[in-house]
C-alpha cells in the first residue's frame, strides 16, 4: 500500500531522496526499494487527498466516494480509504520530480530534505518552514513540486486503475461528496 508508507519510515521507494536522516535505515530503505523493483512490474495509484492536511471526511462520506471510484474504475485492483492518525506525506514514489521554491523559483531540493527530516521528527505537526533561499515563511505543503504531492491525514487510493487520471467532473464531484477541496497525486511505486 502506498499511503502511510513514511509512518514508521517503512518507505517503498525513496530511492534519489535521502530526507530521513537515519543513515542505516536509509541503507535497508534502498534494499528494500531494489528487492522489491526486481520482484515485480511498478504499481501506479491515483490518491486523494484534502487540500487541508487535517481534514477528515465523516464515514458515510468516504463510503459514498469509495462507491463513486468504484463505478469510475471498475477494473481497479484495489480501492482503499486510510485515516492516518498524523498528518503523512504522500509522495508520488518514481514520478518525483524535484521541488521549487514558490516565491523566488530556485531549486530547494538539498534543503528541503533537511526541512522535511525535521518536520517529520514533529510528526509533521507544523508544515510551516522559513525557506533557505529567500528567508520567507511557507509550508511544506505549498512549495512548488514539479510533480504533485501532498500532506494529509486522510487519503484514498486506487491502485492500478488502468486509466490515467480522473476527468475534471469526476474531481468536482468526488470534491462534493466529501465535503471538502481534493487534490489528486499520481504516484508509481
Ligand atoms: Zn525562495
Not at 528541503?112 to 509533521?124: G, H, I
Not at 509550508?139 to 500532506?151: C, D
Not at 486503475?161 to 465535503?179: A, F, W
Request: hydrophobic share 45%.
Amino acid at each position: 500500500m502506498l499511503a502511510g508508507r513514511y509512518e514508521g519510515c517503512e518507505p517503498l521507494l525513496q530511492v534519489g531522496k535521502s530526507w530521513c536522516d537515519q543513515g542505516d535505515l536509509r541503507e535497508q530503505m534502498l534494499d528494500y526499494s531494489v528487492n522489491h523493483l526486481i520482484s515485480r512490474m511498478s504499481d501506479n495509484f491515483l490518491c486523494f487527498v484534502p487540500t487541508d492536511p487535517l481534514f477528515v471526511p465523516n464515514g458515510e462520506a468516504i463510503l459514498a466516494a469509495k462507491e463513486m471510484l468504484a463505478s469510475l474504475f471498475p477494473l481497479a485492483e484495489s480501492i482503499i480509504a486510510t485515516e492516518h492518525s498524523d498528518v503523512a506525506f504522500i509522495d508520488a514514489g518514481e514520478n518525483w520530480d524535484g521541488v521549487r521554491c514558490p516565491m523566488c523559483k530556485s531549486d530547494m531540493e538539498a534543503w528541503w530534505n533537511d526541512a522535511m527530516s525535521e518536520a517529520y521528527k514533529r510528526k509533521f505537526s507544523n508544515l510551516i518552514v522559513r525557506t533557505q533561499c529567500c528567508e520567507k515563511s511557507v509550508s511544506l505543503n505549498k512549495l512548488a513540486y514539479v510533480w504533485p504531492v501532498a500532506f494529509a491525514k486522510f487519503v484514498l487510493e486506487v491502485m492500478n486503475p488502468n486509466v490515467i487520471r480522473i476527468e475534471e467532473k469526476g474531481l468536482t464531484r468526488l470534491s462534493q461528496i466529501l465535503g471538502c477541496e481534493i487534490k489528486e497525486i499520481i504516484a508509481r511505486v
